[in-house]
């Protein structure tokens, strides 16, 4: 299959699956999506098969390819989640698609998606939801067509790390940022404009060669340790508070944090701490929850890590793990895409955005770079 091909396969399986994910963001008013979605998912699965069965294949190419899939599987018969079954599939059927296809391919979906939900807004198909904190303040946040406040303009943040991951253009990152900040007046996101403005400024001093050289260790040293930074910063307050264990000390976290430990404690409470969930997504949605005294159906995890130590399990949260270590590992990794990376894996602290269509990117090629990492490994021991 020559390039060309490859690109429009790689195309028409990731755009309807990026399309997929992104309508479950959408402020629909009537009507379930739900069957849409799940329609879309299960034609993408069909097409990814029928590109395994046309591709040909080296041994252990394919012997990866087996993997992936038996894995995907199980998690969609435990689950019932397509999710990492599709995201396997097409990090290995497509592993040698040029990264940079892959984030343009992105950024013009998310793009194009944005643009319509914005416009079906506009024409009253779509509901502007107010959304209020959890910390029972009145300001109330408008979401412009999707679900919640803080969708649009953490959209606007990872296009500024699809910039920064290709071609690093200062007037696009610059013109992305002043958006996140005009958006922060309509949609109150602080983490999402937070993480915009931070990441802008880093992007900017990293155009100057001598800050590069001096902050080049640093950036190195806290990408390779980052996630787990992030998973415990994510886990371990609930978990503690869950425990009964330093609660003053928790109490004054949620102030700032609004109340991240209590809703992680209730969720270690109601789902408990599973190396394998077996739990499908209605049941999640519908275990009763008791928060501050209150009965809820399901919880609202804002953090990405523990949304999966509780969705999925232990097992999965350490193989998220490995797929994010990987793509820190990637081969020649610019200090841009290192610092694209970081910004990533910290918002996902506090949004819960790494199963979703903005982060495909990152987890598609931490994928595809996991045998790499092997390899890695084995030539280092054979050296020794």
Known sequence: MNVKRKKQMFILCYVPFMIALFLEDMAFKTGNIAPIVKAIKATVVVLLVLSVVGKSWKKKGFAWVVFGVLCGALTLLLT???FWFIVILIAEVFCDVDEKVIYNVSMQTIVGMTSLTLVLCALGIL??????RTDFSTEARHSLGFVHSACLPLIVFYMMT???STNR?????GVLSLIGIV???ICKSRNAVVITVGLSMLALLLRDKRIKNKIKKPLNLVSSWIVFVCIVFSILPGYLRYKGVL??????FDQIFTNRSMLAASAFQSYGIPIVNTMN???YTNTPVYIDGYMNNGVVLDSAYMYMVVRYGIAMLLFLWMVLHAYQKKPNISMMEKAAFIAVVVANTIDNDLLSYECLPFI???IRNLPKIKCKLRIGKERN
């Open 162 to 164: 699809y910039c920064i």
């Open 247 to 252: 609660l003053n000390y928790w109490y004054a």
């Open 183 to 185: 958006l922060y007046s």
């Open 127 to 132: 509901s502007d939801c107010l959304t209020y």
């Open 169 to 173: 253009n200062m007037k696009k990152i």
């Open 281 to 283: 997504y209605n049941a």
């Open 364 to 366: 598609i090629i931490g």
């Open 80 to 82: 019932g989640d397509f």
